[in-house]
């Protein structure tokens, strides 16, 4: 408001003229949209707001239903005003949708600025499996994070999903996007399945957590066994590496003292250029590499009368029986 004032100076009467400047103008940031869940958890609210403009803007929440591929219109208000708060039903409602709220300066013709949000249904997760000994604590925890709204989540047990009242035998806490359940002194009644319910405007999901509560003599029985069988493996484990590090002494020990034992023969091994002190024809031992036969082994019948060259004992005299023939093996 601009006023103009005039005073004449002999008679110091004044007068005024006033006149009022209008400036119009738009924010240049976006409006901001949120949700949440209304009174009843079937009811989703938005909330949008452009405060700071001049007149006041044009504020508009629309939104669709995407239904077998046809888009249906579901959502559209519209309102002058700084702030505009709309409700939908769940029958309105699908995860991934997304609702938008334009806003617009009427004077100004200027471009219209808008937020969105995209609804997402809640998605537990944990461990579906817990064991626990009877007569000891347990926790059982699940998080949900994906959720907008954001969800609910309380816990319940049985099919039945009666719901956990906090207290001596059960402990809830809330710890960012994790929620626990702690059950004190555990005993086999409370053996069962339990459940983490989430639920915003969306749906509900819930995570099923089975509990298993075994005796404390199971599970001392369950060490015991344990212990036993860790013995048993290492006793095979020690049989196993004795027997491969003497396993020439088992293979060939049996074979060469039986040997010994049948038959006093002497091996010995001497050089191919003194095959003229053998009488009898020698046994050979061959291969055949690269189309070829080699001799490997040459075994000769030595008489009882070269014993002595060879460094054999002679027998005794009374000893009648024939002295056994020793074996010369020519490599």
Partial sequence: MYS??????????????STSLLVYYAPDRHPECYCNAGNDSLQLLLHCSW????????????????????????????VTAESLEVTLNRSQLY????????????????????C????????????????????????????????????????????????????????????????????????????????????????????????TVKSSESYAGGVVGAFIAALIIGIGIAIGTSAYRNRDRICLGGDFGLINEERNDVLHLVESDEEDIFDEPATRI?????????????????????HEDLGTPEPEAEDETEPPQQELVTL
């Fill in 4 to 17: 103009c004032i005039s005073q004449n100076a002999l008679s110091n009467q004044t007068a005024s003229k």
């Fill in 95 to 114: 995860n991934g949708q997304t609702v938008e709220c334009k806003a617009h300066n009427q004077v100004l013709n200027s471009e219209a600025k808008f």
């Fill in 51 to 78: 405060p700071g403009s001049y007149p006041l803007p044009m504020l508009h929440w629309e939104a669709q239903l995407d239904a077998r591929g046809t888009k249906q219109s579901i959502l559209n208000v519209s």
């Fill in 116 to 211: 969105s949000i995209t609804l997402r249904a809640p998605f537990p997760q944990g461990d579906p499996m817990v064991t626990v000994v009877e007569g000891r604590n347990v926790t059982l925890t699940c998080s949900e994070s994906s959720s907008l709204p954001p969800a609910k989540t309380t816990w319940r047990r049985k099919i039945s999903q009666e719901e956990i009242v906090p207290g001596t035998k059960y402990v809830v806490s809330e710890l960012g996007p994790a929620f626990s359940l702690q059950i004190v002194n555990v005993t086999k009644e409370d053996e069962g399945p339990y459940f983490c319910r989430s639920e915003n405007p969306l749906m509900v999901q819930e995570l099923e957590v089975y509990l």
């Fill in 286 to 306: 061959t291969t055949t590499a690269n189309g070829h036969v080699t001799s490997l082994v040459q075994i000769h019948r030595i008489p009882s009368s070269d």
